[in-house]
């Protein structure tokens, strides 16, 4: 069974940055589409970004394109997402997530980590 721990998250001040990290486990980590989502209190969760298998293709949330950046390290079995100009409006609960195959659908999540942006 996967399993998907994140980490990393906490409070930061607007205009800051951060590092989530994702551990994977249970299955071949290069076989699965990874994705990070996020719900802020009140909201939807909705997703943020993608990278695929090898790493080689990204996808991003216009929201957050330009400012967050998505990457995998194989051999650690871990998903990251550096965030970086940090808004109020990134405060918000992020989840990894993976599949085999779909981006915007994962079957597999991890219980989540806040991050919190103040101003």
């Known amino acids: 069974q996967v399993q998907l721990v994140e980490s990393g998250g906490g409070l930061v001040q607007a205009g800051g940055s951060l590092r989530l990290s994702c551990a994977f486990s249970?299955?071949?980590?290069?076989?699965?589409?990874m994705d990070w989502f996020r719900q802020a209190p009140g909201k939807e969760r909705e997703f943020v970004a993608a990278?695929?298998?090898?790493?080689?293709?990204?996808w991003y949330a216009e929201s957050v394109k330009g400012r967050f950046t998505i990457s995998r390290d194989n051999a650690k079995n871990t998903v990251y997402l550096q965030m970086n100009s940090l808004k109020d409006e990134d405060t918000a609960v992020y989840y990894c997530a993976g599949d085999l195959s779909s981006i915007k659908t994962p079957g597999y999540w991890g219980q989540g980590t806040q991050v919190t942006v103040s101003s």
């Open positions: 990278i695929s298998r090898s790493g080689g293709s990204t």
């Open positions: 249970g299955r071949t980590f290069s076989s699965y589409v």
